[in-house]
């Protein structure tokens, strides 16, 4: 992948991160590069096997509101950022990863669920270092016939599982959808309509702040035919000590719509969207 990307055209570092499985690593004698899902936030739901890898690191790269969850469980050094600089953290990440240290990138909840873009420019930021002439991880990797420094995503608990929990849609009766990240969201706001529409499948899903908040995905639901007593469900900060459950129709919760900012929404930015079928 290009240092440069534009998620408007591509290539999207999602589809990089999953252009292919991950390759064989032998955690004995390789050195992969862990991307850890943390969990929803409180600690009592990060996996044993991502509290190692956040252990065990020399350097940990991640949001400064992901970091801030874990840092009390680890010396490492901690690289935050925020989406402005976020290149730079992850170019210092990755030279400190060429030079032998063994590196950590932390995201919330589960890669899996919502984290692919993140993933995909761990990946693309430690392999574009990695296979540099003069990087120490280079020179023994050329010894070993192979060039990369294996990422390898150490699944966690995401918020769409507690969701799914609290609002009691099963996942096989439920269509998910992400609409945490950046580029265009046509497509699935199209998946949106069809599961509620044409499927009559629950829903959850994950909004994005702050175009496209729950009340603008209920507006939007509605619009495209969904019966306005459908029951809504807003869960916020999922397991914090502060978790809140809101509880609207469909048609109430629209009322919500409009805006782009923190202001016009009541909202945190740590929610899902669960919109239930009658059972």
């Not at 990797?141 to 009691?168: C, F, L």
């Not at 035919?225 to 502060?242: C, F, I, M, R, S």
Request: charged share 30%.
């Amino acid at each position: 992948m290009s240092d440069e990307y534009d998620l408007e055209s591509g290539p999207d570092p999602a589809t990089f991160a999953a252009a292919a499985p991950e390759p064989d690593i032998d955690e004995t004698t390789d050195d992969p590069v862990y991307a850890v899902g943390v969990g929803p936030g409180n600690q009592e739901y990060l996996t044993p096997r991502g509290e190692r890898a956040i252990r065990e690191a020399d350097v940990i790269v991640g949001f400064t509101t992901v970091v801030e969850f874990v840092e009390d469980l680890t010396d490492a050094d901690l690289l935050t950022c925020g989406y402005k600089d976020e290149a730079e953290a992850l170019e210092e990440f990755a030279d400190r990863v060429a030079d032998g240290e063994s590196g950590t990138a932390v995201a919330m909840g589960d890669p899996n669920h919502s984290g692919y873009q993140f993933v995909g420019k761990v990946q693309d930021a430690v392999e574009a270092r990695s296979t540099s002439p003069d990087s120490q991880t280079r020179q023994d990797a050329v010894e070993r016939e192979d060039p990369e420094s294996p990422v390898r995503v150490v699944p966690g608990i995401s918020s769409i599982q507690m969701a799914a929990s609290r609002a009691r849609t099963p996942m096989e009766d439920t269509e998910f959808v992400t609409l945490h990240k950046s580029g265009d969201l046509e497509a699935d706001m199209d998946r949106l309509a069809t599961a509620v529409t044409a499927d009559e499948r629950h829903l959850l899903v994950l909004p994005r702040p702050y175009d496209r908040m729950p009340g603008d995905i209920a507006e939007f639901l509605l619009e495209q035919g969904a019966e306005p007593d459908l029951e809504a469900l807003v869960l916020e900060k999922l397991t914090h000590d502060n978790e809140q459950i809101h509880r609207f129709t469909l048609a109430e919760l629209s009322e919500h719509a409009g805006g782009s900012g923190k202001e016009d929404t009541p909202f945190s930015d740590l929610i899902v969207l669960a919109v239930r079928q009658p059972v």
